[in-house]
């Protein structure tokens, strides 16, 4: 029998996630035109007009960049506060990342390529360190997720990752609670700074291997501890090396996490302090 | 229904029917008298006017209907096809009752009619009791079921009433649990089996001792028509994947079936000349029956409307948690924890595409956590999503019976608890602190802050596909990389197939 999906709700699936859409042509469109109108005013009539003409095309390049910069902006209330607001997010950041391209040529042509005094320079500063890091954001957007797919054994949210390392930890310092002393020196002085090895981290990155294969190398590697130790503790030592490697690993993934929630903190905070020397500019010019 | 609403009139319909032969009138009263619990829904009488639509075909639902004056007419979509006029002391509505399946026809009031409406969990308990009632509902239900699958065949639309009557009482209706063997490659075909619910897998010993999976057929589908069209032994095997009703048709029957009506004969000698050549393609090629197996496997094939998570696009920001959890009283009805599937990739050389099942309700073709609430508070709506009402008293049963996990427990709090309880945004220090080692700071209140989190059990939570926001899921709506969808089971395969 055929099922008719949920009737009001809308089923769909595509396979290759990412495609470009008719919304993405359009906004692409939109970026392309915008950027060569823009291009076009500075490079062909900015020069070539009277003064208080190109002090008004100036302005206007300005109050164009800020207008889209708060367009822009507008993002965060969508998400923050209105979950079930007007569009899909994915459709609000699409249009934020092509508002924010022609905002970063309008405000780009506004400064003429200078920074100016220290007010404007400041601003400008954080401005382009938004531009940039929302740039690294989408960026990493494509390229942490693959990364952390393959080296995940199953998706964790970060507060699991936290519980789960913690876990791993205390049962690798209770193994070491309970052996020997030589066993508890080599835990600690061996195997405690694999944890937190950033040699290691990177191998995962790198070759994206999985964590069967890397205990197995990392046993190998081990082995030399094993003769210090008497023979009763050998599977004790492996199951902490195990502990250990597990941490690592986390500890690989929960940077991952990190650096995803560090960019838009990053890209977040330097589009407040833009907008509060923005206001500060605005004043400064409209009053002095 | 109370003794002032159980009119003479109900009483005189009710009484002269088979489903509740020997029963007396103070038997009847009871039997539609109040909710055993307080809140559950109880049987009404309901006034229908003429041309109004009582049952929706596809659509689901939770109710059985009696009807005590007035006529119905039950019509087959999308030609409009008339099955059946149905009048007082005929019943309607059990087949989705019984089997979870969407409702298989249309049925309309003809004139102004007076109906019982039976809600689901008076129905489960009057088939428990054994009697004259569930005696006649199984009974019906395979003569209906199976009467529905041939009228679906549209080379049957055309056959003699009579003669399909005559099979269907014939017909018998077989329950097998997962794993169970249907037919057995070898034996002698006696008779055709029609799925009526659930999938089953064909198997088939290849050259060289391998027992390779053929096929995965499911409700509708039939299987066991070649060794009896052919006259050889069965050429594979067939077993459940779960729980599997089948209605078996003896060969006599079959073949008085197949002689009486050519058409009949040569659809059925297409279709099994059509599944020879599937599988003969297949025998090359294992991985997309091998990824469609697994899908079939693990249950999504049930889903009406699965919550798929991209892993290469998702960047586990933990938006869709935050905006369910928003948008229902502070706990999230997903997790992002599940099934993980690797799709295979339609460009020969490029890799899979990984994706999570999340944890959250798949809204199943036949819920397993429907079965037993003792209050009826876990209802199937009619647009099909499962849905738990207020009359909840937290008794975990749903939650047990869901196979997959995907209702969970959770602890009634007032808003300004819940709001305690949801996991906040870290600080920047947060950020710094992915090297930390047992040194510079145990990890122990991480884990007492995570176990703090475990709430008291008090009401069953689970997705409702955000049916108080018009069905905008609000997971799939806050993503802001286009990373979760929700799809069913066809919609999802299909995809995959077509690789789009
Ligand atoms: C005028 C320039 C821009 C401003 C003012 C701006 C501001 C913001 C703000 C406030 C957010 C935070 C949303 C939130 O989490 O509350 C955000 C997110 C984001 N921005 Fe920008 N942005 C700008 C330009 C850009 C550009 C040029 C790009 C990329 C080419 C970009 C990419 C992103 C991305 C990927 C996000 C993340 C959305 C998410 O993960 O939820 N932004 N931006
Ligand atoms: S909102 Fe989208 S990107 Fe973020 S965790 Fe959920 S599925 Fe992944």
């Known amino acids: 029998m055929k099922v008719a999906p949920i009737k009001a709700s809308r089923s769909r699936f595509s396979a290759s996630w990412m495609r470009s859409g008719r919304i993405d042509y359009l906004w692409q469109t939109f970026a392309v035109l915008s950027v060569a109108g823009l291009s076009w005013l500075y490079f062909s009539m900015y020069g070539q007009l009277p003064p208080d003409r190109n002090r008004v095309l100036v302005l206007a390049f300005g109050c164009a960049g800020t207008i889209l910069a708060v367009l822009a902006a507008s993002l965060s209330v969508r998400k923050r506060l209105a979950y079930q607001g007007v569009g899909k997010l994915s459709a609000w950041l699409n249009a934020h990342i092509y508002i924010g391209i022609v905002s970063a040529f309008a405000i780009l042509y506004h400064s003429g390529f200078r920074m100016g005094s220290p007010v404007p320079a400041i601003l400008l500063s954080f401005y382009w360190f938004t531009i940039v890091s929302g740039v690294m954001g989408l960026w990493l957007s494509r390229k942490v997720p693959p990364l952390l797919t393959a080296i995940e054994e199953n998706p964790a949210i970060i507060e699991d990752l936290l519980s789960v390392r913690a876990e791993c930890l205390r049962g690798m310092l209770e193994l070491a609670a309970g052996g020997s002393a030589k066993f508890s020196a080599l835990v600690k002085d061996s195997l405690l700074p694999q944890t937190a090895s950033w040699k290691r981290m990177g191998r995962f990155y790198r070759n994206r291997t999985t964590f069967a294969e890397e205990i197995s190398a990392f046993q190998k590697e081990q082995e030399w501890a094993l003769g210090w130790l008497a023979a009763p503790e050998h599977r004790a030592y492996q199951r902490a090396g195990e502990y250990a490697l597990r941490v690592n690993k986390m500890n690989a993934e929960l940077l991952l996490h990190r650096v995803m929630r560090g960019w838009l903190t990053i890209h977040i905070t330097t589009t407040a302090a833009m907008f509060g020397f923005a206001a500060l500019h605005i004043f400064s010019v409209l009053y002095y | 229904m109370n003794e002032k609403t159980v009119t003479s009139e109900i009483l005189s319909v009710l009484g002269a029917m088979e489903l509740f032969r020997g029963k007396d009138r103070d038997e009847l009263t009871e039997w539609l008298g109040p909710a055993p619990f307080e809140g559950g829904a109880e049987c009404e009488p309901i006034m229908i006017g003429a041309g109004q639509r009582i049952i929706e075909q596809e659509s689901f639902g939770n109710s059985f209907y009696i009807l005590i004056r007035g006529t119905v007419a039950v019509t087959l979509m999308p030609e409009g096809r008339l099955l059946a006029t149905l009048t007082p002391g005929n019943f309607f509505g059990e087949m989705t009752l019984i089997s979870g399946l969407p409702r298989s026809a ?230 992002r924890h599940g099934m993980l599937f690797e799709a295979p990739s339609r460009a020969p050389q490029s890799a899979p595409e990984p994706f999570l099942v999340a944890t959250s309700c798949m809204h199943c073709l036949d819920p397993e956590c429907m079965i037993g609430c003792p209050t009826g508070a876990i209802t199937r709506d009619v647009n099909g999503e499962v849905v738990i009402q207020d009359s909840c008293i937290g008794c975990g049963n749903c939650a047990r019976r869901c196979p997959y996990g995907n209702i969970s427990m959770a602890d009634a709090l007032p808003q300004a608890e819940l709001e305690k309880q949801r996991t906040g945004t870290p600080t920047i220090g947060g950020y710094l602190k992915f090297w930390r080692t047992p040194e510079n700071e145990p990890m122990m209140h991480e884990i007492e802050k995570n176990n703090q989190k475990a709430v008291v059990q008090r009401i069953a939570v689970k997705c409702d596909l955000c049916r108080d926001y018009n069905y905008n899921h609000g997971c799939v709506h806050n993503c802001p990389y286009s990373a979760i969808e929700r799809t069913d089971a066809e919609t999802f395969l299909d995809a995959l197939r077509s690789g789009q």
């Open chain 2, 106 to 335: 249309n049925v309309t009031a003809v004139t102004p009619c007076c109906l019982i409406e039976v809600p689901r969990r008076a129905f489960e308990l009057w088939m428990r009791k054994p009697g004259a009632f569930r005696d006649t509902m199984d009974r019906v239900y395979i003569e209906r079921g199976l009467a529905n699958h041939l009228m679906m065949i549209p080379e049957l639309a055309a056959i003699e009433p009579q003669l399909l009557r005559d099979v269907v009482k014939k017909a018998r209706l077989r329950i097998y649990s997962k794993d169970e063997t249907i037919v057995q490659e070898g034996d002698d075909g006696d008779s055709l089996f029609l799925i009526r619910d659930g999938y089953v897998r064909v198997v088939k010993n290849m050259a060289g001792g391998e027992r390779r999976t053929v096929a995965y057929l499911k409700d509708g589908a039939y299987f066991g028509e070649s060794a009896l069209l052919r006259a050889e032994r069965r050429s594979a095997s067939v077993f459940a994947m779960g729980k599997v009703e089948v209605i078996q048709v003896m060969k006599e029957d079959f073949f008085a079936l197949v002689n009486r009506n050519e058409r009949i004969a040569d659809h059925l000698v297409r279709i099994d000349q059509k599944r020879q050549e599937a599988e003969q393609a297949s025998a090359g090629s294992t991985t997309r029956l091998g990824f469609v197996g697994e899908v079939v496997e693990r249950g999504l094939v049930k889903a009406t409307s699965a919550l798929v998570i991209h892993l290469n696009a998702c960047t586990r920001c933990g938006n869709c948690v935050d905006a369910c959890a928003e948008l229902h009283d502070g706990i999230s009805r997903l997790t």
